[in-house]
Nanobody
Framework: QVQLVESGGGLVQAGGSLRLTCAAS????????MGWFRQAPGKEREFVAS????????NYADSVKGRFTISRDNAENTVYLQMNSLKPEDTAVYHC??????????????????WGQGTQVTVSS
């Protein structure tokens, strides 16, 4: 079992940056592939980025490619999402997610078993 807690959200102006952190508990973090999803008001939750168990492979949604970077520190049981050049349309609640099985490039919610409670990111224009 893995428990996930996100932090680092907040209010930022368009063009600014934020770094989200997801802290994981449990002894299986290094065997857990991780991802970030987001949900804007009135919209379905959507995939943002994912990373393999070792951190050597990553996958991004087209909407964030080149602006966001996912990384992990297995020694610290932590996964990060560095968000640069933020746009108002990036406003959403951001959730980290994890799963022990499957491939790092998974983009569907049902491909992840563990979820954090989310952190709010608001980008003003």
């Amino acid at each position: 079992q893995v428990q996930l807690v996100e932090s680092g959200g907040g209010l930022v102006q368009a063009g600014g940056s934020l770094r989200l952190t997801c802290a994981a508990s449990g002894r299986t973090f290094s065997r857990t592939r991780m991802g970030w999803f987001r949900q804007a008001p009135g919209k379905e939750r959507e995939f943002v980025a994912s990373i393999s168990r070792s951190g050597g492979s990553t996958n991004y949604a087209d909407s964030v490619k080149g602006r966001f970077t996912i990384s992990r520190d297995n020694a610290e049981n932590t996964v990060y999402l560095q968000m640069n050049s933020l746009k108002p349309e990036d406003t959403a609640v951001y959730h980290c997610a994890g799963s022990i099985g499957g491939t790092y490039s998974a983009v569907r919610e049902d491909q992840y078993d563990y979820w954090g409670q989310g952190t709010q990111v608001t980008v003003s224009s």
